[in-house]
């Protein structure tokens, strides 16, 4: 797997944590069994050093993030004081809203099972110049909407969408893109409607403690969700998109049941990057459902 994007210092009340929902996906991904990296920048800086240091001590090779002298290390200042609901103020521009292309980003990118990108990612016009080449030479494109007022614009992820191959959106994000376009209520409905509008196989919708719901192959399904003690949410979905994905292909209800309960686990963690193996999440959900 290849993600595309951002990579960051989210800056909490309890102090720096790395971050960015690709960097993020990238390092849950390789949790689930993926060979993942990510394409990003940093600066030449000591955030960029620090950030660079962190990718190696969590396993994720750096050979695809660059470096840049113009901009500095991103940043973000987190308000977690809604565990359920955290809010960001999003730093720009910064190193990542520069990310160039060259042909060892395209020839990875070809050669990756999927590629993950997001429409913050997209904010800027160097990267989305970079990631619209790149996803000319993907194979499966996953976009992993993300909206970040007033980071998007409705040109872009329309243009983003047109090029998925797999969507995943939280609930308020579904509301929000098919209210564009007045679809039905219901979620299976505005879900196919989505899919069918721009020919994507799979759209996923997280719905925070109450599971998420997946259309896949002109199938839905729904997955309750797993009550637990949260902690923080913070790299919850990122996590159970690289479930959801390293399952997806051979069996999608078990896939999903299996990505809510890593997002679950994730959840009842601090920070977005918890160590975790297969039979921790198995483990909490014969708990949960006992």
């Not at 990118?109 to 990108?117: I, K, P």
């Amino acid at each position: 797997m290849v993600c595309f994007g951002e990579i960051l210092w989210d800056i909490l009340p309890s102090g720096r944590q790395a971050g960015g929902a690709p960097f993020n996906v990238a390092f849950h991904a390789r949790q689930s069994g993926f060979d993942a990296v990510l394409i990003s920048r940093v600066g030449e800086d000591e955030l960029g050093i620090e950030l660079l240091d962190f990718l190696r001590e969590k396993g994720i090779p750096d050979e695809t993030i660059r470096r840049g002298k113009t901009h500095l290390t991103g940043v973000v200042k987190a308000n977690v004081s809604d565990r359920n609901e955290v809010t960001y103020q999003i730093v720009q521009p910064v190193a990542w809203d520069y990310i160039h292309w060259d042909e060892d980003l395209s020839q990875r990118v070809a050669a990756a099972d999927f590629f993950l990108f997001g429409s913050l990612g997209a904010r800027s016009p160097k990267s989305r110049e970079t990631l619209y080449a790149l996803l000319n030479n993907a194979r499966r494109k996953v976009f992993d909407i993300n909206l970040r007022p007033p980071h998007y614009t409705r040109s872009i992820v329309e243009y983003l969408l047109q090029h998925a191959d797999i969507v995943k959106m939280n609930h308020h994000e579904l509301a929000e893109v098919t209210s564009w376009y007045e679809y039905p209520g219901d979620e299976e409905t505005a879900m196919r409607h989505l899919a069918d509008r721009f020919g994507v196989r799979t759209v996923c919708v997280t719905r925070g403690e109450n599971g998420a719901c997946l259309w896949h192959n002109g199938q839905f399904w729904e997955s309750p969700g797993l009550t637990v003690d949260v902690q923080d949410t913070i790299g919850a979905g990122d996590s159970f998109l690289a479930a959801l994905l390293y399952h997806l292909d051979r069996d999608p209800k078990e896939a999903l049941d299996i990505a809510c309960a890593t997002g679950a686990y994730v959840a009842t963690q601090r920070g977005a990057t918890p160590s975790y193996t297969d039979a921790d999440i198995r483990k909490l959900m014969t708990v949960t459902a006992g």
